[in-house]
């Protein structure tokens, strides 16, 4: 079974500071996706970014990106120039390569910007 | 694009009726939904996937009877709690595939079940 662990419960940043979120999976899969989704106090879950194991290159989204390990099997999202908006709950999901694969989710981290 | 709607956002009901939300891709097809339950401050837990004109499968645990599914279109899932009680009062999200390859989950707005 795949796990997804996301060990900061709750994270804050000063608004237009730098912050990491950590994420670690266990799976045997060689080919997957992982996601870092977005949960703010409205509780819609919003995609912020994705990526495909069997690319080397990190993603990127404006101010998201990932540092992806895969010998490490570590997926960790930056958030850059935080803003208040980014105040939500950070989930992390992986996904097996296959069609009609559900997504196993991390516990969540919340995050807060503080003005 | 990739919008999904979900309806009602909200319901109070007497114990033993039973609801009704639904879940609509709208500018997308979906052969596949996914409905989840989350608690507060919890991660979601997956209940059950919707596959367009077959049946849901279940996660161990949740009562298919209690929690009927029907996907009966490329746009339109729908989640029925049957006579609720109290326990089942939560924040139901549900979700439909998409992306290039299908490997995404484009999710609905949710929608609180409020059992009296």
């Known amino acids: 079974a795949q796990t997804v662990t996301q060990s900061q419960p709750e994270m804050s940043v000063q608004e237009a500071e730098t912050v990491t979120l950590s994420c670690t999976y266990d799976?045997?899969?060689?080919?997957?996706?992982l996601f870092w989704y977005k949960q703010p106090p409205s509780r819609q879950m919003i995609l912020v970014i994705r990526?495909?194991?069997?690319?080397?290159q990190n993603a990127t989204e404006n101010r998201f990106s990932v540092n992806f390990q895969k010998a490490a099997k570590s997926f960790s999202l930056k958030i850059s120039d935080s803003q208040l908006g980014d105040t939500a709950m950070y989930f992390c999901?992986?996904?097996?390569?296959?069609?009609?694969?559900?997504?196993?989710f991390g516990t969540g981290t919340s995050l807060t910007v503080i003005p | 694009g990739a919008v999904v709607s979900q309806h009602p956002s909200w319901v109070i009901c007497k114990s033993g009726t039973s609801v009704k939300i639904e879940c609509r891709s709208l500018?997308?097809?979906?052969?596949?939904m996914f409905w989840y339950r989350q608690f507060p401050k919890q991660s979601l837990m997956l209940m059950a996937t919707?596959?367009?004109?077959?049946?849901?499968?279940?996660e161990q645990g949740v009562e298919k009877d209690k929690f009927l599914i029907n996907h009966a279109s490329l746009t339109l899932s729908t989640l029925t709690v049957t006579s609720a009680h109290p326990e089942d009062s939560s924040f139901y999200i549900c979700?439909?595939?998409?992306?290039?390859?299908?490997?995404?989950?484009?999710f609905g707005p949710g929608t609180r079940l409020l059992v009296l």
């Open positions: 990526q495909e194991a069997y690319k080397q």
């Open positions: 799976t045997s899969e060689s080919n997957y996706y």
């Open positions: 500018d997308f097809q979906a052969t596949t």
């Open positions: 999901a992986f996904m097996k390569q296959l069609i009609g694969n559900q997504f196993y």
């Open positions: 919707s596959n367009e004109g077959s049946k849901a499968t279940y």
């Open positions: 979700s439909a595939r998409g992306g290039r390859t299908g490997e995404t989950q484009y």
